[in-house]
């Protein structure tokens, strides 16, 4: 997966993705990130990529041309997939969302600044995304998140592919608890069901935790996640043993 990442400041970028889970998949070229400084379209000898508002206001506004220019340099490479916009108006970031462009060979990141971009410039872009309803100094960070949550998905980036399939959201529900060494730590103990080694009683026990946690932590997607009769048992043993 190519990611281009549309930006005025490419500083922002340096070493982001060189370490941990998303430096091995670069160096195993699972995933090439590649950092495009759009003030080199700048406008005049200052280079100039945003102006003030027509109509008044606060702030400044990004110019069309550099931006456009920039994407359209990257369009001459041939079929590029998706152009996104990062803005607190696009869609919100979902695991879903995640998936669907994880598919894709390449991906454009454009990553917007100071009070947004000149509304001619997103007939350029197929889709917009926010990664929440907050307000970021720019699309920079927004841009890493989307990078690091899709190259995840990409198949041999994370090391079991399990890890990914058990992933809180993938199944449309929370994650199950964890726990590991020691048995006992503080006067608490890892529940009994993970020291037996049955695996059918574990993963049961397990997915009721995940309905559990999930209608108690997030309703919202609760009520959005189909729950078959033997789900809602599974909720029913698990309900109370926190
Ligand atoms: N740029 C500024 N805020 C943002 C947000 N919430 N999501 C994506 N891009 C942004």
Redesign the pocket.
Known sequence: MIFDIITIFPGLFENVFNDSILGSAQKSGLINVQIRHFRDFGEGRHKTVDDSPFGGGPGMVLKPGPLVSCIREIRKDGPIGPVIG???Q?IPLRQTVVEELSRFDRLVLVC?RYEGFDERILPEFDLE????D???T??EF?AMILVDSISRMIPGVVGKIDSVEQDSFFGGLLDYPHYTRPYEWENQRVPQVLMEGNHEKIRKWRRGKAILRTAIRRPDIFAKTSTSQIDRDLFQSVLGED
């Open positions: 990062l803005s607190p696009g917007g995304i926010s990664i929440g907050y307000v970021l720019g699309g927004a």
